[in-house]
């Protein structure tokens, strides 16, 4: 049956929730509050990595499956998707949270120097060693956003930005569902939402090149060094239980910079191309879900945390199926 | 996840000895920490399976301004047992002070872990902020809780400057090496009787907490052991009944060592001349 759909919020989620809903023969609009393109989403600061088998280390083990569909996904979808999977390295001092990382994941091979240098010549002599996860993919935020906002578009959604939420509820234009995918904007609906703040840095470095991300294990910081191509690295991200939107603080500046130093002294010369901030909303156990309320008609999408784009196609076919039969599965709450 | 409550099934045991802090009488001698865990919702049950009676949390600038980590904040006040703010991570008197002050505010109580921090790599106590900071916040009407090291001296200023609890370092925070100073942990445990002493960082098995209660201790005061463990719930359960062992076994009166075996079945009724070895 063909439904007339709202979806308001073009964040990351909101953004699959168009396409996969236009593709499966909807009529959809979505509705963004913000003017500029993607200029109030969370999902902006995301890395990207899809990294289902890292995320295992601390998400429940369901993430894991739905994180591997995720990733299927994305590849059907984005021909440019780096699938060179991904490192975990940790100073010689350190080398117990690397044993501890590689016993609480799967899908990974150690690597030894050597064979860490011929897949990473710049990283020769850095670590004694490498856990390699072959399977997992990144991508730069920004060309996603902007890929699932074409491709949104070219599969017959309307998208409109400048208009927020409540424009179409009332009046001749009512939707048959509504999807709310705003995020930190819709927690008055959903009171245990709550957000948790993340930083980044983006640099540009011409010394060193990087092919896929690098996850750096440290007691106190875990850092992430993900390639997004032409010289530009994004280093991040902190975890913070605070909702403050504004800039980052330079403690967090050092750490994510010392971070990236120690990864490789390189960087130090790399110019800062931008220092970011933003709020991921997240529910009691970080899992994000849909929640369907009003008898069907209206259904938010929310609580990605850390993991809204691996999983932001998987909400895109749950709600889908929802529509189309009824069916429910392990994200959605009826 | 089935975390069915374990602090009942420990406080049916024997008869419980109450640790009185700041003159409150609490139901636990554990005290756990509130970070590093996978999510809030784990945070929950391990806390409850803990059957702790404190939970430690941290303060952040960005919590404070605006009342931003409000949410999270929330989520610990509803865990229904006392609250204790602590200034992890500063590392100047003034510094501390100033969470000391916003975590009061915030959290709407006087008491305080109060922390700090010399050096960036080992986390250790800086002892002359710490002392100098602690006689502000005592004269200021803060229940001080020191974390500090095993040395009596400092102990004392500490003392003098209004604290009436103790917490001394077992190691180094987050290396869960256990307690690396025996020794002088016992001279401070014989030189402290009356004083409320709490083992705080460095614990990183369940046997390492035994060994601090059995030892006289009157709690302990764990995070990362619990909060990284493959299953936090479980490792909080295993904590509380190693403290709780720990703590009879002290009441109950340990056995000293000896040099020599002796049997422990009795020996009457054997005859006492191996007569092979009686020269007649």
């Known amino acids: 049956m063909t439904r007339s759909i709202t979806v308001l919020g073009a964040g990351v989620l909101g953004l699959w929730q168009a396409l996969t809903l236009a593709r499966a023969g909807h009529r959809v609009r979505l509705l963004e509050s913000s003017v500029e393109p993607f200029a109030a989403a969370a999902s902006l600061y995301g890395g990207v990595m899809l990294a289902p088998e890292r995320e295992a280390e601390t998400a429940p083990a369901m993430l894991r499956e739905l994180g591997l569909e995720g990733v299927a996904l994305w590849r059907a979808l984005y021909p440019q998707l780096r699938c060179n999977g991904s490192l975990v390295v940790a100073s010689p001092r350190d080398q117990g949270e690397l044993e501890r990382f590689a016993q609480r994941t799967q899908g990974h091979g150690l690597l030894r120097a050597d064979e860490l240098a011929e897949r990473e010549p710049d990283l020769a002599g850095r670590f004694n060693g490498a856990l390699f996860f072959a399977d997992e993919a990144h991508m730069s935020a920004p060309d996603a956003l902007q890929f699932l906002l074409d491709e949104a578009r070219r599969a017959g959604a309307e998208i409109v930005f400048g208009v927020g939420a409540g424009a179409d509820t009332n009046g001749d234009n009512a939707a048959d569902v509504v999807i709310d995918c705003r995020g930190m904007a819709a927690r008055d609906h959903l009171p245990d939402l709550r957000g948790v703040r993340g930083e980044r840095v983006l640099i540009r470095s011409t010394d060193i090149t990087l092919s896929r991300p690098v996850q750096f294990l440290h007691p106190r910081i875990p850092l992430y060094v993900v390639p997004w191509g032409a010289g530009l690295y994004m280093i991040g991200a902190t975890v913070i239980e605070s909702e403050e939107p504004g800039a980052m603080s330079v403690r967090s500046a050092l750490e994510l910079l010392g971070g990236a130093y120690a990864v490789h002294p390189a960087f130090a010369e790399a110019e800062i191309v931008a220092f970011g901030a933003g709020v991921r909303p997240a529910f009691p156990d970080n899992v994000p879900r849909a929640i369907v309320r009003d008898g069907g008609r209206r259904i938010f999408v929310n609580g990605a945390y850390r993991h809204g784009f691996l999983l932001g196609p998987v909400l895109a076919r749950t709600v889908a199926d929802y529509l189309a039969d009824g069916r429910t599965g392990a994200l959605l709450r009826v | ?280």
């Open chain 2, 1 to 280: 996840m089935n975390a069915p409550s374990t602090g009942m099934d420990i406080k049916a045991g024997a008869e419980r000895s109450a640790l009185t802090l700041y003159g409150e009488a609490l139901s636990s001698r554990m005290l756990i920490g509130t970070a590093q865990y996978p999510s809030p919702q784990v945070l929950a049950e391990a806390v409850e399976a803990s059957g702790a009676g404190i939970v430690t949390v941290s303060l952040r600038r960005e919590q404070a301004r605006g009342r931003t980590g409000e949410r999270f904040l929330q989520l610990i006040a509803d865990l229904g047992v006392r609250v204790l703010p602590n200034t992890a991570g500063c590392h100047t008197v003034k510094e501390a002070i100033t969470t000391a002050h916003m975590a009061r505010e915030l959290f709407d109580t006087p008491w305080l872990k109060l922390e700090v921090i010399a050096n960036d790599d080992t986390l250790q106590p800086d002892v002359f902020g710490l002392v100098e900071a602690a006689s502000a916040l005592c004269a200021d009407g803060f229940n001080v809780l020191p974390y500090t090291t095993e040395d009596l001296s400092v102990a004392d200023r500490l003392l003098a400057a209004g604290c009436r609890v103790l917490m001394p370092w077992g190691a180094p925070i987050g290396t869960g090496r256990g307690l690396a100073n025996p020794y002088a942990l016992r001279s401070m445990r014989a030189y402290f009787p009356d004083v409320p002493l709490i083992i705080d960082a460095g614990i990183g098995a369940p046997s390492h907490a035994a060994q601090a209660m059995e030892m006289g201790f009157d709690g302990v005061l764990l995070n990362t052991a619990i909060a990284k463990a493959a299953d936090p719930v479980r490792m909080a359960r295993a904590f509380a009944q190693a403290i709780e062992a720990g703590r009879s076994a002290y009441e109950a009166g340990l056995m000293g060592v000896r040099d020599m075996a002796q049997p422990s079945t009795p020996v009457v009724g054997t005859p006492f001349f191996d007569l092979r070895t009686d020269g007649a």
